[in-house]
């Protein structure tokens, strides 16, 4: 099992982009949540499967069709305390 924490620059924000991460998550068997940050950035923990977080972390880097990501932030942390993909208040 691997967990990471992302924070995902660029055009994220107003576009779908957490609505698109949770599908995306849920669809892969993923637990975790995404935000919106005040700052302007998504941010996300992923967590299950090696192979799945690695795919989703890729798709995150295209994003949904709005989307323009400039850079993502990735570090290793521990997984969710509970089963499942939700998304959070702003944070």
């Given at each position: 099992?691997?967990a990471?924490?992302?924070?995902?620059?660029?055009?994220?924000?107003?576009?779908?982009?957490?609505?698109?991460?949770?599908?995306?998550?849920?669809?892969?068997?993923?637990s975790g949540?995404?935000?919106?940050?005040?700052d302007?950035?998504?941010e996300?923990?992923?967590?299950?499967e090696?192979?799945?977080?690695?795919?989703?972390?890729?798709?995150?880097?295209r994003?949904?069709?709005?989307?323009?990501?400039t850079?993502?932030?990735?570090?290793?942390?521990?997984?969710?305390?509970?089963?499942?993909?939700?998304?959070?208040?702003t944070?």
């Amino acid at each position: 099992m691997a967990a990471k924490r992302l924070i995902i620059a660029g055009r994220v924000q107003g576009i779908g982009y957490r609505a698109w991460l949770i599908e995306r998550a849920e669809a892969a068997g993923l637990s975790g949540w995404v935000r919106n940050r005040l700052d302007g950035t998504v941010e996300a923990l992923i967590a299950g499967e090696t192979a799945a977080v690695e795919e989703l972390v890729r798709q995150c880097r295209r994003g949904p069709r709005m989307a323009m990501v400039t850079s993502i932030e990735e570090d290793f942390c521990d997984p969710p305390p509970e089963p499942g993909f939700r998304g959070l208040p702003t944070w």
